[in-house]
């Protein structure tokens, strides 16, 4: 089956500009997660959706960074006012979340990004 | 904040050899999972290993986890140039309110020469 998609590609954008990426999750995937990766860096957590719950906002960085998920699926994260230093990957990925005995257990399975240039 | 640190941070070995990379954490988990990165794109998932298991295997793969020691570490068996990537060592935190978000390391580039 189809797997995680992300639109567009690669961005490239003007400092002070706003954008939107979209994230598909594979068909359901109750949970969806945005993470930032820098050049050479590890990948660091911005935001999280599971269900009708209130999403973990905890890894934004800043106000300028927001992201939505309509009707439990399509999420699109929203970068408003570029800078310079939001030049990264992006990368979605979505899991089911099962509960066993100690704990939630999950596999992420990853799109293959957005790569953002802000110039 | 990222929790996960790895070494090496590059390992350079020939096709047959075994690569070994480690990664140490700081919090208590509820798992802890092994991506590949090619291209520095997306990531694949290699395997999870829950905190109560000790060992896992699949495939050319086997993923030991030490909680006392809050590491764990990654051995690729008769490397292949195919392996070459960077790999991400990757914790699910136990707690309340974990959401499953994941806590990644800043990764081991390895590079397996033909």
């Known amino acids: 089956g189809a797997g995680v998609s992300q639109s567009p590609s690669n961005k490239v954008t003007e400092k002070g500009k706003d954008v939107e990426l979209r994230c598909d999750p594979i068909s359901g995937h109750t949970a969806l997660y945005w993470y930032r990766q820098s050049l050479g860096q590890g990948l660091e957590f911005l935001i999280y959706?599971?269900?009708?719950?209130?999403?973990?906002k905890s890894g934004l960085p800043s106000d300028r960074f927001s992201a939505e998920r309509t009707g439990g699926s399509v999420s699109t994260l929203t970068i408003q006012r570029t800078q310079q230093e939001d030049s990264a990957v992006y990368l979605c990925?979505?899991?089911?979340?099962?509960?066993?005995?100690?704990?939630?257990?999950?596999?992420?399975?990853f799109g293959p990004g957005t790569r953002l240039l802000v110039l | 904040s990222q929790q996960g640190e790895e070494d090496p941070q590059a390992l350079s070995i020939q096709e047959g050899e075994n690569a070994t990379m480690n990664c140490s954490y700081k919090?208590?988990?509820?798992?802890l999972q092994w991506y590949r990165q090619n291209s520095g794109r997306g990531l694949v998932h290699l395997i999870l290993?829950?905190?109560?298991?000790r060992e896992k295997h699949s495939g050319r793969l086997r993923v030991t986890l030490d909680t006392s020691k809050k590491s764990s570490s990654l051995l690729i068996t008769a490397s292949r140039a195919a392996d070459t990537a960077s790999y991400f060592c990757a914790t699910s935190e136990r707690g309340s309110g974990n959401t499953g978000k994941l806590i990644f390391g800043q990764g081991t580039t390895l590079q397996v020469k033909p």
């Open positions: 290993i829950r905190s109560n298991e």
């Open positions: 990925a979505s899991s089911l979340v099962s509960s066993l005995g100690q704990g939630k257990m999950e596999t992420q399975y």
């Open positions: 919090t208590s988990i509820n798992n």
């Open positions: 959706f599971q269900g009708n719950s209130a999403p973990d």
